[in-house]
């Protein structure tokens, strides 16, 4: 299944240092089984999709369908790009065919979105979601996904809590709450047809802030696997090997990716499952929990998105790899996430 990976810094990372120059980067993550707990399906291979704003209004999108680790023009334009906010996604179809449209991330104005996960008998929900949003959006829909379809039904709530979609900067807790509004309708109609879970980890953001979410409609699976890491300068200390260096309490540097970046334990926290984090304006975090009928268990199974790809610990790196790895722990780490 697929992975995806932000970057929101107070100062622009060039991309390489991103997306293709670590050893474990997103794309790197989609190609060397080695470092990937998803030993089912080891490849996400179907296209990529990277996102990135510059001092225009709306994000610069550069999708393709070939394997993101082959592809000459991706190399090239990292090496010479400078984003503060960076949305990077590679893809291993569950929905659509094998096309641009359907790579994400998606954009409407200065929005971005990204998915990384699946609604279950998507099919039987789609007719209503279509028959549900404006036509505007509906007509906005390019791909065959059920992630563009959700990205449609995002972008009709926030217009319906008052905003225009796309126009200009958005209160982040107006974000969070039209993301949290998406979701809720999404899990209603598909409750309503199969209990089968579906696994909702979406990423949305107006250019200025970005919420994220880890959320599967279940009481006791797992969500497919989502880290965040906060410093103060994310580095190259050894070649292809990066870190994240904390020289005080400041979030100058924010990641959230769905496999951790990095082979630093302690650099990444496990977000729980159900749960949703923003990072304001000024880079500041705050995790809540989702307090719906699926709040309050304390343990859950893995099994669901392990047997879907969609799970992924803290690897070791590449000299040191000798087993598949464990799914990264909740230590109940201390950290400066304001809750």
């Given amino acids: 299944m697929c992975r995806f990976m932000i970057y929101k810094g107070r100062d622009p990372m060039v991309l390489s240092d991103l997306l293709t120059k670590p050893a474990h980067s997103i794309i790197n993550q989609s190609f060397d089984s080695r470092l990937r707990l998803d030993m089912r399906n080891p490849i996400n291979g179907d296209g990529f999709g990277v996102g990135y704003y510059t001092s225009k209004h709306a994000p610069c999108i550069f999708k393709a369908i070939t394997p993101a680790w082959n592809n000459v023009n991706l190399n090239n334009l990292s090496r010479c790009t400078e984003s503060r906010l960076v949305f990077g996604h590679v893809r291993a179809s569950t929905q659509g065919v094998l096309s641009e449209t359907n790579c994400h991330p998606f954009s409407y104005g200065n929005i971005m979105f990204m998915h990384n996960g699946g609604i279950s008998c998507f099919e039987q929900i789609k007719k209503k979601l279509i028959s549900y949003i404006d036509d505007e959006f509906f007509l906005h829909i390019q791909g065959s996904t059920d992630s563009e379809c959700c990205f449609a039904l995002f972008l009709h709530v926030l217009k319906h ?179």
């Avoid at 050894?238 to 260096?245: D, Q, T, V």
């Fill in 161 to 339: 809590m008052g905003h225009t979609p796309g126009a200009s900067e958005v209160p982040h807790e107006t974000l969070r709450d039209a993301l949290l509004q998406t979701i809720t309708t999404i899990k209603e109609w598909q409750l309503a047809i199969t209990t089968e879970p579906s696994l909702l980890n979406f990423a949305v953001t107006d250019g200025s802030s970005v919420v994220v979410s880890r959320y599967v409609t279940s009481k006791t699976d797992e969500a497919a696997s989502l880290h965040f890491s906060t410093g103060s300068r994310f580095y190259e200390y050894e070649p292809g090997l990066f870190k994240m260096e904390r020289l005080n309490r400041s979030q100058d540097v924010v990641f959230v990716a769905s496999e951790p970046l990095t082979f630093e334990r302690g650099d990444w926290i496990c977000v729980p499952t159900n749960s949703i984090i923003t990072i304001s304006k000024n880079n500041t975090v705050l995790m809540h929990p989702i307090r719906d009928e699926f709040y309050g268990v304390e343990e859950r199974d893995s099994g669901l998105a392990l047997r879907k790809g969609l799970m992924g610990g803290v690897p070791k790196p590449p000299h040191q790899v000798d087993s598949v790895l464990p799914p990264l722990e909740r230590e109940g780490r201390k950290s400066t996430i304001s809750t």
